[in-house]
């Protein structure tokens, strides 16, 4: 089955880190640009990072440049999102999307709270 | 950053009508504008991407028209499941922005 997989979300501290992992199946992201897009419960949608198909290229919306990091391993056909001193406004639901945007994971969910 | 503004953010339509909802761009964003329909606890589905190109599988109900600022999802005869929310997305500049979201509720 063709599909993408979110996983490491849960509840932090503020101040805290996670790292997000999404996990292909029935594709090789290799030839694709990937990409991590977040909503916070009850709003609209905002696409945090890009990621070109070999990594030589990211893209980070202005809120979280300097602390999110955009990865893939395209031998373990994965994404991830090295989350670094997160904020209570990073609480969301973080989906991993195949560039050509009909691919979307089921979301996993991060609440930065004290 | 290109600011997306849909309209109505509500909009009341009895099943079978037609539906026509609004994407406008702060600046142009060529014909690189995305329309996603979302139901609650699921990810968004694509429907229209290069503002006119229906996506695989989806009905041809949906229709998506539009370039430069001003784009258009319509939906011809709302059918039950359609009643949901709409979100346009612009591709042509980073950071990729998204409006705000469209409710389309059963009147």
């Known amino acids: 089955e063709v599909q993408l997989v979110e996983s490491g979300g849960g509840l932090v501290q503020p101040g805290g880190s996670l790292r997000l992992s999404c996990a292909a199946s029935g594709f090789s992201i290799r030839s694709y640009w990937m990409s991590w897009v977040r909503q916070a419960p009850g709003k609209g949608l905002e696409w945090v990072a890009n990621i070109k198909q070999d990594g030589s290229e990211k893209y980070y919306v202005d809120s979280v440049k300097g602390r999110f990091t955009i990865s893939r391993d395209n031998a373990k056909n994965s994404l991830y999102l090295q989350m670094n001193s997160l904020r209570a406004e990073d609480t969301g639901v973080y989906y991993c999307v195949r560039s050509t945007f009909e691919m979307w994971g089921q979301g996993t969910m991060v609440t930065v709270s004290s | 950053e290109i600011v997306m503004t849909q309209s109505p953010a509500t909009l009341s339509v009895s099943p079978g009508e037609r539906a026509t909802l609004s994407c406008r761009a702060s600046q142009s964003v060529s014909s690189k504008l995305a329309w996603y329909q979302q139901k609650p606890g699921q990810p968004p589905r694509l429907l229209i991407y290069g503002a006119s190109t229906r996506a695989t599988g989806i009905p041809a109900r949906f229709s998506g028209s539009g370039s430069g600022t001003e784009f258009t999802l319509t939906i011809s005869s709302l059918q039950s499941e359609d009643f949901t929310v709409y979100h346009c997305?612009?591709?042509?500049?980073?950071?990729?922005?998204f409006g705000q979201g469209t409710k389309v509720e059963i009147k």
């Open positions: 997305q612009q591709y042509n500049n980073w950071p990729w922005t």
